[in-house]
């Protein structure tokens, strides 16, 4: 089978094009903190985190976190909850997170749970179990989990539990692959996993696989890299991922790559983007391809950092 | 007048008069950053403009207008949207108007949660009286994308906070006739036959909705979708499922055709795991299809072979079944015995 071309797709993320017309480039303004994530997090797999100055990376970071503690996406953007949990991933991985005001972000987290346990993302009020997760995932690393409900919360999740085992964005909403990711993980930092009936839902995850050995997200719909993690990532928290044929799945993500310039697109032929990069190489991770760092399923940061973060040194 | 009907036509904010006290407020990105961005220079100025009104916090008709061109040439900019959310609120809007705004914006943009969470909130202003239209604004985004999440996602809170049920059991049937593969689909009507204040409830429309999905199976068998939605109709009621007589005479037809079985013996297995006593007849079907001529061999082992072999990517989960399921029938017998029930 093909190889993973790891010094192309470093290559690939220290010098994303500048290309001025690139509508591509102009939408990822305000969320170029995820983007830090997906890239710094796929260099630490691939073991090149020190080529990048984290100073640099940090100060930039922390220019984006407002008064109420949250951090934006960008400097001069509003706080939310994603932007905040990328900060904590980003300050975990150069294992910086005193650099926080803890209690403060913690706060402007445990702020945002309303009375049905669910989150918001903001203080606009949107609603989804995205939140839910980045919420307890955020919590989780910092340490503070005891600032919200964690029981309402545990209860919101299991609220949008489907007949087919598997989660949606608010109660009643479509299991969907993503979802279910940010639920399972969600329940699995706060000891809940025995709400998930793994059996059913495992049966679903592994349905996903398609003919070509990819992994689509819901029934009847087409594979895509990204979902290399979530599906994968679920199954492995729920001690299922031998439901489905790892080395097919390896050999699609292996196809999605662009090997003459780097990085990795959502399907073969398609156009590669950091996003999808980060997804397939994580996703090899969890497949345990050789030469990669291991990454946590729940946490999706290199096990050496969550150990650091709950193990100390 | 819209300023940004062509890109050549366009005014610089520069040169418009009704701008000319504004002092544009550059990014500040860092140095030598990482993920670094290009922009063009309309995207730059717009933006340099926004930024200053918007740290002046000034919600005005021209922030107004300035919010606008800014999601114009960037949808996903979650911060100029909330900053239009106040502005619309300072200046009482018309949300009627919004909607218009929404309906403009959204072409080529749907993917956008940005967009979705702003048409809430301007749905939300306006109350019940945007049922009707939130209902036919979805219903446009779907007859291009059926499958569109966040459109059903919309369409759902439309429905528990405006209202609106009537007709949408019958907007699934239309669907699923275009597309009886739309997971989507199943889904909502799951949703409105077990949420709906104006049917009976699951309860009471189980009957007409098994005989619905039994039609669908047997339409497609390979569809994953009325096989789940079969098993939903019976949650927590499995007993019920097991004694339906549709759902074995379903499975007998098409393991009996050949033809696309898997789902088919995947639901025998879990009706066997369920104290199921099959017929000769499904014995023999499910013979036929073993290369093995395994005649009188356990039922469970047989239809688990079929399924490693014909469905090998999923080899180690049937392995699975095949391990657990005698334990589960077993204690399926153990609790028919405890509560009193026979098969």
């Known amino acids: ?313 | 007048m819209d300023v940004l009907q062509k890109s050549s036509e366009r005014i610089p904010l520069s040169q418009r008069p009704e701008y000319a006290d504004v002092k544009p407020v550059p990014q500040n990105d860092g140095p030598n950053s990482i993920v670094p961005i290009s922009y063009t220079d309309e995207f730059r100025e717009t933006m340099d403009y926004f930024r200053a009104i918007y740290v002046a916090d000034e919600r005005s008709l021209r922030a107004l207008q300035l919010t606008t061109e800014a999601i114009k040439l960037n949808p996903g900019n979650y911060t100029v949207w909330q900053f239009r959310r106040l502005v619309l609120e300072a200046l009482n809007a018309d949300m009627n108007k919004e909607l218009d705004f929404v309906d403009g914006i959204v072409e080529g943009n749907s993917k956008n949660y940005q967009i979705w969470h702003h048409r809430r909130w301007v749905a939300e202003n306006l109350g019940t009286d945007a049922s009707t239209r939130e209902l036919e604004f979805t219903k446009k985004i779907l007859s291009k994308d059926a499958k569109h999440y966040h459109a059903w996602s919309h369409r759902q809170w439309v429905l528990q906070a405006l209202g609106g049920w009537k007709d949408e059991l019958t907007y699934c049937e239309l669907l699923l006739k275009d597309d009886i593969f739309n997971n989507s689909a199943w889904n909502q009507r799951y949703f409105v036959v077990t949420r709906s204040p104006l049917l009976g409830g699951l309860g009471a429309m189980r009957g007409s909705e098994v005989t619905c999905t039994v039609n669908a199976i047997m339409e497609h068998p390979e569809n994953e979708s009325p096989w789940r939605y079969l098993r939903g109709l019976y949650r927590n009621d499995t007993h019920a499922l097991v004694k339906d007589p549709q759902v074995a005479s379903v499975c007998l037809k098409i393991l009996t055709a050949k033809n696309n079985y898997v789902h088919a013996l995947s639901m025998l297995l879990d009706l066997l795991c369920h104290g199921f006593q099959p017929s000769l007849e499904i014995r023999n079907a499910v013979y036929g299809l073993s290369d093995s001529g395994a005649q009188g061999s356990d039922l469970v082992k047989v239809v688990c072979s079929i399924l490693e072999l014909v469905d090998p990517m999923r080899a180690n989960y049937w392995k699975w079944r095949r391990n657990i399921v005698p334990a589960q029938a077993a204690q399926c017998l153990k609790d028919d015995g405890l509560t009193g029930l026979s098969l």
């Open chain 1, 1 to 313: 089978m093909g190889e993973l071309a790891v010094e192309k797709h470093v290559k690939f993320i220290l010098t994303i094009e500048k290309e001025k017309d690139s509508f591509e480039s102009v939408v990822m303004e305000h969320i170029r903190l995820n983007g830090a994530y997906w890239a710094l997090t796929t260099l630490d797999i691939l073991g090149k985190l020190n080529t990048v100055d984290q100073d640099e990376v940090i100060s930039w970071m922390m220019q984006c976190q407002h008064e109420s503690g949250g951090f934006g996406g960008n400097i001069g953007h509003d706080p939310h909850l994603l932007y905040t949990l990328s900060a904590i991933q980003v300050l975990a991985l150069f294992d910086k997170i005193d650099a926080l005001d803890i209690d403060k972000v913690s706060n402007y987290i445990a702020g945002l749970q309303n009375n049905d346990g669910s989150f918001s993302g903001d203080m606009w009020g949107e609603i989804d179990t995205r939140f839910s997760c980045v919420a307890i995932l955020s919590l989780a690393l910092l340490k503070r989990l005891d600032k919200i409900n964690v029981e309402k919360a545990v209860n919101y999740i299991v609220s949008c539990k489907n007949l087919d085992g598997g989660f949606g964005c608010t109660p009643g909403a479509e299991s969907h692959a993503g979802q279910i990711f940010c639920c399972v993980a969600a329940l699995a930092v706060t000891g809940s996993l025995h709400h998930v009936d793994k059996d059913l839902l495992g049966w679903w995850l592994c349905e996903r696989q398609v003919k070509s050995g990819g992994l689509n997200g819901r029934p009847e719909k087409l594979p895509d890299v990204c979902y290399s993690w979530w599906v994968l990532s679920s199954l492995i928290m729920i001690d299922r991922v031998h439901w489905i044929d790892k080395e097919k799945l390896i050999k699609f993500i292996l196809d999605c790559q662009d090997k003459e310039n780097g990085g990795i697109s959502d399907r073969p032929e398609d156009a590669v983007d950091v996003f999808h990069t980060y997804f397939g190489v994580a996703g090899l991770s969890l497949l345990e391809y050789p030469g990669l760092k291991a990454i946590d399923p729940a946490y999706a940061l290199p096990v050496d950092v969550v150990n650091r973060i709950f193990f100390g040194r």
